[in-house]
Every structure is written in structure tokens, then in C-alpha cells.
């Protein structure tokens, strides 16, 4: 299976700043890339994913992430972000022949006034 | 919209009671997984299973079994819980081989044991 380090557990910021929470995963032929949002008591939503094509890849909720293969990393970003985007984000790399996915320990955003 | 339902969001058992956490999709999906997620460790899997009557192992077993009887729905089993169970569950689904790969995640279930 392969692996995937969220580097930061925490990351606060104000609000209308902009944040990029950092995703690397372990090498491998072909990538399949997941970002996951979970707010309080809920179960995880899909934000965006990479399957191919563009590197740039638009989520929901304003996040966009960029697949770079060459430094094996899949950072999500957001311009300006919002109190609502107060939540935990996972990155997460699938594992293929096995059909499953492996999930960073994840970061915690903390967006304050 | 895909829909993945967990029978409980809160539950509380004792040490050596058996628990059943259950998880129904709508999707016709071959594919469904059972996570637990702890603070700081992210989300584990479990059991996945591929399809009807099949299981396979993740990456921490031990202390749990699973069972699928019908396509929509997979059962969670911790045949004596121990406190080192207390955890949310998360099920999840997705499609088999062609799909997009993604997974559809429920509520999640917050087990305590005492």
C-alpha cells in the first residue's frame, strides 16, 4: 500500500487569509488523489479529487489542490478562507489492485475572526 | 446523492458486551469499508469487502469481524469490546473496478466502551 503525509496537524489562520495544507504521498506508476473535509460530528465529504489530466484540480467550497509527480505532492489551497472552513482535511492516495484508500492522519484547519 | 447510513451517531457498551454497527448504502455499490478514526492517527481501515458474502483484512483487525449478507448492507462485529475500542467508525462505499474510485463515507459512530 502506499503512504501519505499530512505535514501539519494544525494550521490556524485568520479569516480571508489564504492557506495551503500540504499533502505528500509515496511514489508510485500512476496517482489517484483524494481531499477530504470533516466537520465537527460529521462523516467525511469528498472536496476534490486528481484522476489525471491538468494538474490543477477545482474543488468545492472555493479549494483547488495541484498534483506535482516530480515533488510527489498534492497541497490543497484556498485564497481566502472562511469561519465555516473550520474542519479537519484529509489527503488520502488509493490504492490500486486493492481498491482502497490510505489517508493522511489529517490537518486540522482552525479559522478565527 | 449517494447515501450512507449508519445504524447509531452515539452508542455505549460495556467491557465484553457484543456490539453491531451497521452501515446501509443506496447505491448499489460493490465496495464497502469500515474505518475507525482516532485523534492524531487519522482514519485505519478495518474489514473492506469486494462484494456480497466476501472480507478482507485491513490494516487492524484484530478484535473485529464483519459480515455482508446483501449487497447495501456491512455489518461491523467486536465480539467482546474492550475500553481500547472506544473510536469513531466511519463506513464508506464506492464503486468496483471502473467507478471513480472515490469513496462515499456515512455519519459515523461514536462507540463507548466502559
Known amino acids: 500500500a502506499q503512504s501519505v503525509t499530512q505535514l501539519d496537524s494544525q494550521v490556524p489562520v485568520f479569516e480571508e487569509a489564504p492557506v495551503e495544507l500540504r499533502c505528500n504521498y509515496s511514489?508510485?506508476?500512476?496517482?489517484?488523489l483524494f481531499w477530504y473535509v470533516q466537520y465537527p460530528n460529521q462523516g467525511l465529504q469528498l472536496l476534490l479529487k486528481?484522476?489525471?489530466?491538468?494538474?490543477l484540480v477545482k474543488g468545492i467550497n472555493g479549494f483547488e489542490a495541484e498534483f506535482n509527480k516530480s515533488q510527489t505532492s498534492f497541497h490543497l489551497r484556498k485564497p481566502s478562507v472562511h469561519i465555516s472552513d473550520t474542519a479537519e482535511y484529509f489527503c488520502?492516495?488509493?490504492?490500486?489492485?486493492?481498491?482502497?484508500?490510505?489517508f493522511g492522519k489529517g490537518t486540522m484547519l482552525l479559522v478565527s475572526p | 446523492d449517494v447515501k450512507v447510513t449508519q445504524s447509531s451517531r452515539y452508542l455505549v457498551k460495556r467491557t465484553g458486551e457484543k456490539v453491531f454497527l451497521e452501515c446501509v448504502q443506496d447505491?448499489?455499490?460493490?465496495?464497502m469499508f469500515w474505518y475507525r478514526q482516532d485523534p492524531g492517527l487519522g482514519l485505519r481501515l478495518i474489514y473492506f469487502?469486494?462484494?456480497?458474502?466476501?472480507?478482507e483484512k485491513g490494516d487492524i483487525p484484530e478484535g473485529y469481524s464483519v459480515s455482508r449478507e446483501k449487497k447495501e448492507r456491512f455489518s461491523l462485529i467486536l465480539e467482546s469490546a474492550s475500553t481500547n475500542q472506544t473510536s469513531m467508525y466511519l463506513c464508506?462505499?464506492?464503486f468496483g473496478s471502473g467507478g471513480s474510485y472515490e469513496q462515499y463515507f456515512g455519519p459515523g459512530t461514536r462507540l463507548t466502551v466502559t
Open positions: 488520502a492516495v488509493y490504492n490500486s489492485g486493492y481498491s482502497t484508500l490510505t
Open positions: 511514489s508510485s506508476v500512476s496517482v489517484y
Open positions: 447505491m448499489d455499490h460493490e465496495n
Open positions: 469487502s469486494y462484494d456480497v458474502k466476501m472480507k
Open positions: 464508506a462505499s464506492s
Open positions: 486528481y484522476l489525471s489530466g491538468s494538474t
